[in-house]
């Protein structure tokens, strides 16, 4: 089952009247389950894709179905409610409340849901246990090591079961120790059913991935499946 379909994706950026063409002509197809790397030179339109594929922004042209929803021709409103139902985010900076403990900032997306407090604290706690957290659900961010504070995150952005985990650049803030141990965490979510897209410029992360897409300048350059985990799996 296809879960991400790109047809001929087209974006500009305009400065007063003038277009500069970001991507130009992107067609792909992920599939459930799958784990892709999307790596590529800065510039190269990694993050305006990942915007588009997260439904953060809109392509100038073309088709974008996600699971299902033609979303490529949603307005902001839909877009939004597609968004928090089908993707978690993971991104470098981890994006946590400061004020919220652990176990609050993962319950955050519960509450649009309208899920009861108890409920609500009940799943963050489960998720905090599922990425190794479970004794530090009353730290705040502050109180947390980078490491500690991307689990978090990634226990937020699995807390809603979305079909998708887009992440940018997820390790770029940790050392390569911890980024090992967040790589695990990724192969994990993998394993147990979800599809992972994530945006890397270190092959070493890159290659946690079953698949490898590289742009250049606003096209995919290359698309393979990455040999080293042929061989692990
Ligand atoms: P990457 O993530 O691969 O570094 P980006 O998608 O961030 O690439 O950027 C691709 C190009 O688009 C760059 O030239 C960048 O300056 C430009 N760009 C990105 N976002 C905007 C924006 N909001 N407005 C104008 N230009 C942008
Ligand atoms: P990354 O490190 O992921 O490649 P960038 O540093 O290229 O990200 O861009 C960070 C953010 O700034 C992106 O969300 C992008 O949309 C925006 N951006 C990048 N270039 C420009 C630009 N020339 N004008 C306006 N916004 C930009």
């Given amino acids: 089952k296809t879960i991400i379909h790109l047809e001929d ?7 007063g009247k003038n277009a500069l063409p970001v991507l130009k002509g992107i067609r792909i197809d992920i599939m459930l389950n799958e784990y892709v790397a999307l790596m590529g030179p800065s510039g190269s339109g990694k993050s305006t894709l990942m915007n588009i594929l997260g439904c953060l922004d809109s392509p100038t042209s073309g088709t974008y179905v996600l699971n299902g929803h033609d979303v490529s021709k949603m307005e902001d409103n839909d ?30 997306p519960l509450i649009y849901a309208g899920i009861s407090k ?8 489960s998720m905090l246990e599922k990425v190794g957290l479970g004794d530090r659900y009353h730290h705040k961010p502050n109180e947390l090591s980078g490491g500690q504070c991307q689990r978090v995150a990634i226990a937020r952005a ?5 079909a998708l985990i887009l992440a940018d650049e997820p390790t770029g803030n940790l050392d390569t120790k911890t980024s090992v141990e967040i790589m695990e965490i990724f192969g994990q979510i993998h394993a147990s059913g979800n599809t992972v897209v994530l945006v890397t ?7 946690h991935a079953r698949r490898i897409v590289r742009l250049r300048d606003g096209v995919i350059e290359s698309d393979h499946i990455n040999e080293k985990q042929l061989v692990d799996s």
């Fill in 79 to 108: 877009l939004a409610e597609v968004r928090n139902k089908e993707i978690g985010f993971v991104f470098q900076q981890f994006n946590l409340m400061p004020r919220l403990s652990a176990l609050e900032n993962v319950a955050v």
């Fill in 158 to 162: 699995l807390i809603n079961d979305p």
């Fill in 201 to 207: 410029h270190e092959e070493d992360i890159a290659d």
């Fill in 9 to 15: 994706i087209r974006k500009s950026y305009f400065i």
């Fill in 118 to 125: 108890k409920t609500r604290e009940e799943r963050a706690m």
